[in-house]
């Protein structure tokens, strides 16, 4: 059920690199945003935001947050960077100024709220849902079926919808799309709107499935999410989805029989042999930007 999570945030990662060909080192931080402006409108204190609101309304403000700055990363590392430098910014520079938000990001969060790890509770005894001896995490299993609810709709969108046509021939021709009327400029705000949302959902309830957040928190799952994002196919959603669950089962049981010591081990492993025996991922194609979606 870790898996469900990871699905989200590697769908998100699958969403830039699959449309944009380029690789949003920001998401992180969103997961992050949404965790913590979540943590502190629902608490009361003296932290900033501190206000004690309903988790519901906290949690959609959460996700706002994260969209907002999903928004403000487009207009500056996608829109600003290629409108200005054209196409030597494909890859390098939108890249390092990805990285820097993420940097400014998680290093704001911890000016204002500090580095410490808070706690995170929600207005319920417990949890788990206990069937035997099985322990199941209710946060885990509602990411699980949102994940692939979400990337239902979404698979909807990208085959049947006009917005998802334009966001196809973007990602198959930019220029050739601009050419045949597609407005870029409208469209791809789109794509980080969307994962915006994604992962302010994945960083809500992972702080809800573990019980804390902290500045750093989406750097440890952000790993995890590329190596399932690469695992599943470039560019492949259902692959993320495939990739994020393989992952989340490998990491758990490599924890409980070997220790949490060397759980990066068998993830970063079987990411290696997949790439030497299938390069494209599992469910992925070998041009990017070709029939992905």
């Not at 928004?71 to 520079?93: P, S, V």
């Not at 399932?228 to 758990?252: H, P, S, Y």
């Amino acid at each position: 059920m870790l898996g469900g999570i990871l699905a989200f945030v590697a769908v998100a990662f699958t969403l830039t690199i699959g449309m944009l060909n380029f690789l949003n080192f920001t998401i992180p931080a969103l997961f992050m945003i949404a965790g913590m402006v979540t943590w502190a409108l629902s608490s009361s204190g003296s932290n900033l935001l501190g206000w004690g609101w309903h988790w519901t309304w906290a949690a959609a403000a959460g996700i706002g947050f994260a969209v907002l700055a999903s928004l403000l990363i487009e207009r500056f590392t996608y829109r600003y960077m290629k409108a200005r430098f054209g196409d030597a910014t494909e890859h390098a520079l939108p890249l390092v100024s990805s990285l820097g938000f993420l940097i400014f990001f998680e290093h704001l969060a911890s000016s204002i709220w500090g580095s410490d790890p808070k706690r995170f509770e929600l207005p319920f005894k417990d949890t788990n849902l206990r069937i035997g001896e099985l322990i199941f995490g209710v946060p885990h299993l509602i990411s699980l079926l949102l994940a692939i609810a979400l990337v239902a709709m979404l698979n909807v969108l990208l085959v049947r919808t006009k917005v998802g046509r334009a966001l196809r021939a973007i990602a198959e021709n930019p220029s050739a799309s601009t050419l045949m009327g597609v407005e870029v400029q409208h469209i791809v705000p789109v794509v980080f709107v969307i994962a915006g949302i994604l992962s302010g959902l994945a960083g809500i309830l992972y702080a809800a499935s573990y019980g804390t957040v902290t500045p750093f928190m989406g750097d440890a799952i952000a790993t995890d999410a590329i190596a399932a994002m690469v695992l599943g196919g470039l560019g492949n959603i259902w692959g993320a989805i495939a990739g994020g669950l393989l992952v989340g089962l490998v990491k758990i049981l490599a924890i409980s029989t070997f220790g949490a010591e060397i759980e990066k081990i068998p993830v970063w492993g079987l990411l290696l042999v997949i790439l030497i025996v299938r390069p494209s991922g599992l469910f992925g194609h070998t041009h990017i930007g070709k029939g992905k979606f």
